[in-house]
Every structure is written in structure tokens, then in C-alpha cells.
């Protein structure tokens, strides 16, 4: 038997092997990539950073905004997918507009503000080294102030979606297409905007689908497990067994906006670099080899 032969047969690895010049599905891979990145760890410091940070800089915004909505809140109570006494227990959690309105002083909305680009330069430096990529210039924070703009405005849009279109099953449809294309547009355009466009589009984009699936996945598992934990913890412990509750379910988010883009990585080097080197050096001439050095030709990110 030839080597052409063994090599075209289906064999152990068939079914998994990836396009010529391409490699196998190995979920060890993504494992140790996971390790090496430490994703808990980074997932609590994310889960840390957005209770320090974020869902201040949320709840002012949401007190300034004139229009009608529920609050931060129903925006928590929408992302986890709370009903009953599990949503009145976090709606609990946090101020009135009002009240925050009265005790928020300039000084404090600044140092909101820079807490939240903080917390964006933190996501920022998590997605190059997931990708392999040296830090960005200090002169480029304005991106991370855009990125925590955009973020919050997805934020208010995904969750207003889900009170504007409720109602009978196409309605719900048309909600879940909405939040699909809203999330999928925000990471998609947020990696490649907060790493200065690094990062192709194609290889962002298996990373911003894997988030979103993640995201839903992490609301199934919140509206089964957590909404009777928060429900039972607040009669146990009051206000406190509730905020716990609330933050090992952003620990969960962290997991997923970094794990996301450790799939996306891992799926891109496996299926789609050798595709897109083989394009691009069919359309530039000479320019493969450059193309081989850019974000994706590693597997594992480095330590």
C-alpha cells in the first residue's frame, strides 16, 4: 500500500482529521491551552474586577438613562434567567436610580470610569496571550475606553431586547435571533478592536460564536442551578447568599469570554490557518510565509 493511500483512508484519526495542511480536533490541546492560561484563575480575577468595576459603572448608567427599563437589576435578572423570588432577591441586591443619583458625586463617575477601563485593559491582555500577541501601546487605551462603551451598550440592548419583543413563540424567536446576532457582532468586533485589528476576521469569528453558545449554556445552567440557590440563600443568609450567588455566576461568564476565545484559537490552528494561508498565498504571491507568523500559528498560547 502506497503512502498516498494510508494517508486518504479514514484510519484512527478519520473522522477528526482536519483540511490538507491542517491538523486533528485534539481536545487535549484545548485542554492544556486552558491550563497554561489558567482559565479559572483568570476567571475569577474577571468575576472580581467586573463586581469592582462594571456593575458600579452599570448602575449609574442605568440611573442617568431617562427612558423606562428595569435597571441594573432586571439586566442581571435577564443575563442569569431569574423568575420569582430568585429575581426579586437580586433586584434586592442593588440601589434605586434615585438613590444612586443623589450620592454619586463627579469625582466618583471618574474614578467609575477609569475602573472600567481598567477592567477592559485586563480583557485586552487576556485575549493577546490567548492569541500570542505582545501587549498593545499604552498609548492605545482609547480603545479600551471604546471597548467598555460598546460593552455596556450591548449589555443595555441585549437585555431591553428581552422585554421589548416578549410575548408568543414568534416573538421569542425573533428575541433569541436578535441576541444571537447582537452578541455574536459585539465579540466578534470587540477581540479584533481591543487587540488593533491583530487578529483576522475569520479567526475571530469561531471565538465570538463559541462565547455566545457558551453565554446561553451559562443561562440554562443559571435558571436551573442558580435561580434555587439564590432563592434559598436569601432566606438563609439574606442579601449576602444572593451576592455569591450573583458572583460565582460572573466567574461563569469570565470562564466563558475567555474560554471562547481559547476555542476559537484551538478551532482556527486545527481547521481553518492552513485554508487561509493557502488563500493568501494564492493571492500574494511570496507572502505565505508571513502569513504563517501571525496570530494562530500556535496551538498552546505562551506561558
Not at 45 to 74: E, K, R
Not at 191 to 211: C, D, E, I, K
Not at 259 to 267: A, N, T, V
Request: proline letters at 6%.
Amino acid at each position: 500500500m502506497t503512502r498516498r493511500s494510508r494517508c486518504g483512508g479514514g484510519g484512527r484519526g478519520g473522522p477528526g482529521r482536519g483540511p490538507p495542511g491542517g491538523r486533528d480536533l485534539q481536545f487535549k490541546d484545548l485542554y492544556q491551552a486552558g491550563k497554561q492560561f489558567e482559565l479559572m484563575q483568570r476567571a475569577m480575577g474577571f468575576a472580581a474586577l467586573a463586581m469592582l468595576t462594571v456593575i458600579p459603572l452599570l448602575i449609574v448608567v442605568a440611573a442617568v438613562n431617562p427612558t423606562p427599563h428595569p435597571g441594573l437589576a432586571g439586566w442581571v435578572v435577564y443575563g442569569m434567567g431569574l423568575t420569582g423570588s430568585a429575581a426579586d432577591a437580586v433586584t434586592r441586591l442593588f440601589s434605586a436610580p434615585a438613590r444612586v443619583l443623589g450620592t454619586t458625586s463627579v469625582f466618583g463617575a471618574v474614578v467609575l470610569s477609569v475602573s472600567g477601563v481598567a477592567f477592559a485593559g485586563s480583557v485586552q491582555a487576556g485575549f493577546e496571550r490567548i492569541w500570542g500577541l505582545p501587549a498593545g501601546p499604552w498609548h492605545k487605551i482609547w480603545r479600551q475606553a471604546v471597548w467598555v462603551v460598546a460593552l455596556v451598550a450591548y449589555i443595555y440592548a441585549a437585555a431591553t431586547v428581552g422585554a421589548v419583543t416578549s410575548g408568543g413563540p414568534t416573538e421569542t424567536a425573533g428575541r433569541v435571533a436578535v441576541a444571537v446576532v447582537l452578541g455574536i457582532a459585539f465579540f466578534w468586533w470587540g477581540l479584533r478592536f481591543q487587540v488593533g485589528g491583530r487578529v483576522s476576521y475569520l479567526a475571530a469569528l469561531p471565538g465570538a460564536v463559541a462565547t455566545i453558545v457558551g453565554l446561553a449554556g451559562l443561562r440554562a445552567f443559571s435558571g436551573l442551578v442558580f435561580e434555587p440557590l439564590i432563592a434559598s440563600n436569601a432566606v438563609s443568609y439574606g442579601a449576602l447568599g444572593s451576592f455569591l450567588i450573583v458572583q460565582s455566576w460572573l466567574i461563569g461568564v469570565g470562564w466563558v469570554v475567555y474560554g471562547g476565545q481559547l476555542f476559537g484559537r484551538w478551532f482556527y490552528d486545527a481547521r481553518l490557518q492552513a485554508w487561509a494561508d493557502s488563500r493568501r498565498s494564492r493571492g500574494d504571491p511570496g507572502g505565505g510565509e508571513e502569513g504563517e507568523q501571525g496570530p494562530g500559528s500556535q496551538s498552546i498560547p505562551p506561558a
